[in-house]
């Protein structure tokens, strides 16, 4: 890569520190699909561990911890606004209805208080329910994937550019499952990440009979591709859908 103005890019980083960048990146990518991402402490072939909650029904992102809600108006305290919930009392012994925090009754003197948080706006009472989807859905379902993550710069060869990725995979990255992904993070001449995503199943599609070839069983194999438009695999450029 051209250094402009001796700025910093990618290039500069070890091969190790690259390799790490590129972890961050698509967990940083992942997370704007919704995804929680985890560090598996030790495995050789999963970088990132990733996990959602999602509508059972529509898919959208769920909601774990319960919402707080006014009985009357619907209003939603949960996140925002909690200053304007009403801390009212009312005496369990005369029906006394006090605000702010009291431990007894300023009419008859009973420690037999009620706890009735209030809504600001039309003095209903607020309640803790569970979350429940926009779409009425009360149903959640839980989403565990595992991620292998490879990431490539631009191959130059005697200081040209030779405008392509290049990414080594080797039979142990083949684990047969269906909720495993590859990730291939590509960096641009721009320092600009594009991100594949791409099922196992897929991926030995895509193969085919190379897949049966020696250099792949000699762990020699390295996919070589065009960077401008991803070669045989731009069909799965920004695929995060896939993950769902
Ligand atoms: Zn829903
Ligand atoms: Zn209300
Ligand atoms: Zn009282």
Redesign the pocket.
């Known amino acids: 890569m051209k250094n402009k103005e001796n700025k910093k890019t990618t290039t500069d980083l070890s091969a190790k520190h690259f390799s790490r960048y590129g972890e961050f990146l698509v967990s940083f990518e992942l997370s704007k699909y919704g995804w929680n991402v985890y560090n598996p402490v030790y495995d050789e072939y999963i970088d990132l561990i990733i996990h959602k909650h999602v509508c059972k029904d529509c898919g959208r992102k769920w909601n774990l911890t319960p919402a707080l809600v006014c009985k009357k108006c619907g209003k939603d305290f949960s996140k925002t606004q909690k200053n304007k919930i009403i801390a009212k009392k009312i005496?369990?012994?005369?029906?006394?209805e006090m605000v702010g925090n009291k431990t007894?009754?300023?009419?008859?003197?009973?420690k037999?208080?009620i706890n009735c948080p209030t809504c600001g706006e039309c003095g209903g009472e607020v309640e803790m329910i569970d979350h429940s989807c926009e779409c009425g859905s009360k149903n959640y379902t839980t989403k565990f994937r595992s991620v292998q993550v490879k990431s490539s710069r631009i191959e130059y060869k005697n200081g040209r550019s030779k405008n392509t990725y290049a990414v080594d995979m080797k039979p142990r990255d083949l684990i047969k499952d269906e909720f495993h992904f590859y990730v291939w993070c590509l960096i641009d001449d721009e320092d600009k990440p594009h991100f594949l995503v791409i099922p196992v199943e897929e991926f030995k599609r895509v193969m085919g009979d190379s897949l049966k070839g020696i250099s792949f069983f000699k762990d020699q194999d390295r996919q070589h591709f065009s960077a401008k438009d991803f070669g045989k695999w731009k069909e799965f450029l920004n695929k995060f859908d896939k993950l769902e």
């Not at 005496?91 to 006394?96: A, E, H, L, S």
């Not at 007894?104 to 009973?110: A, R």
């Open positions: 005496c369990g012994d005369c029906k006394y007894k009754c300023e009419k008859c003197g009973s037999n208080l």
